[in-house]
């Protein structure tokens, strides 16, 4: 059985922890693929509402194996903070639900210091990343002098990651940065001890022992979307990991032709946190109103995410990286009150109508827009595609006809529930 690939299409937030709990019971396993506590998924149900970083989204499934795949950059002292909330809040054993991949690189307490003197250092070309060590984690990973987590085990574990730390040190002498060690490295032999509990595993052999299995299916679950690709998003601000469906085979060990459906998801509209281009993005009152009743700020830092109208363009660019075979539309109900709904479906560079996602996204650009009527009514509680308004699935219709792929399910509200599945 191939593996199904679930990954955001723009930048980041589109629901995907939302949509991978609601499609967890047609699976047995569940794998991140790439990125790290940089990520913030959400998940709400039975009135709760509950936040993921690390741990893929397929956790409040019981009879499901969850796997943090050799592609992720994983923090030990937060995935403690998140196995005990799991634990207290809601009663979940996750050492019998995760098993972490040996060949995934562990986040060191200097990695999320050097992020900070990095941005501060870049002043205002600063990305506004997470701060989470994602950036100088991938960087010692390629730089080929990373821990990884079957490293826990080694004799010389404690030796191996006081010269890497040595060498951060060495390196933050470049920054006019302060900082203190003691509380962050506590937190981190703390992780360290608690991921001794858990099963490590050669991730690539397990899952393509799974694939081999016909009974198993297993989604991957992508981390930030693909406008936040390293090398196809808008660079430099990006996060630093493959986003896009490739990122999927060498975050997990498999072959590109195991891949089966990629179901690429996408909100009803844009929002981008941090720095960078966003063509469509609105600061008027439509902006704050999307902000406001879509409740956009941030699930990873609570920064208040920038708005704007959906970009067509860039929505185009993100199915063709990902051959997405089925698409995903969330938070539809935030658009319930708007008059007039608009899509970018081209861009104007110097009076010159493109209508590619160009190299230069940063420069002179101006969206062509094509307006929506409204549907001015409350679709929150629907979950039956005929009963959702006539205007909606005109917007639909138009979406499906210029990617040229179907959108399978409507997202009309936070909770688990409000889900329109299309036959
Ligand atoms: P992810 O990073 O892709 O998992 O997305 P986040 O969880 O960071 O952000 C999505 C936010 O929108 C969360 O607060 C979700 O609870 C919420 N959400 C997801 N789907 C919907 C929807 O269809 N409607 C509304 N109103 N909120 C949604
Ligand atoms: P999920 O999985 C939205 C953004 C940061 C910053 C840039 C680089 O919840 O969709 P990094 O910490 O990776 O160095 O930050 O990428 N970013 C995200 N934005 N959702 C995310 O993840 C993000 N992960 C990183 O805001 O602009
Ligand atoms: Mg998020």
């Known amino acids: 059985m191939k593996v199904d690939v679930l990954l955001g299409l723009q930048w980041g937030d589109e629901g995907k922890g939302k949509v991978v709990d609601v499609l967890t019971p047609n699976y047995n396993v569940i794998t991140r693929f790439q990125g790290g506590a940089n990520a913030g998924h959400s998940l709400e149900f039975n009135n709760m509402k509950h936040v993921l970083h690390l741990i893929p989204s397929g956790i409040f499934h019981e009879q499901v194996i969850n796997i943090i795949g050799n592609g992720v950059v994983l923090d030990p002292a937060i995935f403690k903070v998140e196995i005990d909330a799991l634990k207290s809040k809601f009663g979940i054993d996750s050492t019998k639900r995760l ?52 490293d826990i085990s080694l004799d010389n574990f404690e030796e191996k990651y006081q010269a890497l730390k040595q060498q951060h040190l060495q390196l933050l002498k470049l920054y006019n940065y302060e900082f203190d060690l003691t509380e962050l490295e506590k937190e981190w032999y703390e992780g360290i001890e608690l991921i001794k509990q858990f099963t490590l595993i050669d991730a690539e052999h397990v899952i393509n022992d799974y694939i081999k299995e016909d009974k198993s299916k297993i989604l991957a679950e992508g981390a930030q979307g693909s406008l936040l690709d390293v090398d196809y998003g808008s660079y430099p601000f990006v996060t630093s990991s493959s986003t896009i469906c490739a990122g999927a085979c060498t975050g997990m060990g498999i072959a590109p032709s195991k ?33 406001d009743i879509g409740r956009e700020y941030g699930s990873t830092t609570g920064r208040p995410r920038r708005c704007g109208w959906m970009d067509l363009v860039a929505l185009k660019y993100s199915v063709m990286l990902n051959g997405v075979t089925e698409l995903i539309m969330t938070k539809a109900d935030v658009l319930d009150q708007f008059e007039t709904i608009k899509i970018a479906t081209a861009y104007k560079i110097n009076g010159v109508e493109i ?20 549907w001015k009514c409350d679709i929150t ?23 040229g792929v179907p959108i399978k399910i409507i997202s009309v509200g936070p909770d688990r529930d409000a889900t329109v599945i299309r036959k």
Do not use: W
């Open 381 to 403: 509680c629907k979950t039956l595609e005929n009963d959702l308004p006539k205007k909606l699935m005109e917007y639909i219709d138009f979406i499906e006809t210029e990617t």
């Open 99 to 150: 098993h972490l991949a040996k060949k995934a690189n562990l986040i060191i307490p200097t990695h999320k210091v050097l992020d900070g003197a990095m941005e501060q250092a870049k002043g205002k070309g600063k990305i506004g990343s997470t701060l989470k060590g994602i950036g100088p984690a991938y960087t010692d990973k390629i730089g080929r002098r990373a821990l990884r987590v079957g």
């Open 355 to 374: 209508d590619y996602f160009p190299y230069d996204i940063e420069g002179e650009l101006e969206p062509v827009f094509k307006e929506f009527k409204g």
């Open 259 to 291: 891949i089966g459906q990629v179901k690429g998801i996408f909100k009803a509209y844009c929002t981008r946190v941090g720095s960078g281009p966003f063509p469509t993005e609105l600061f008027d009152d439509d902006g704050q109103k999307l902000r």
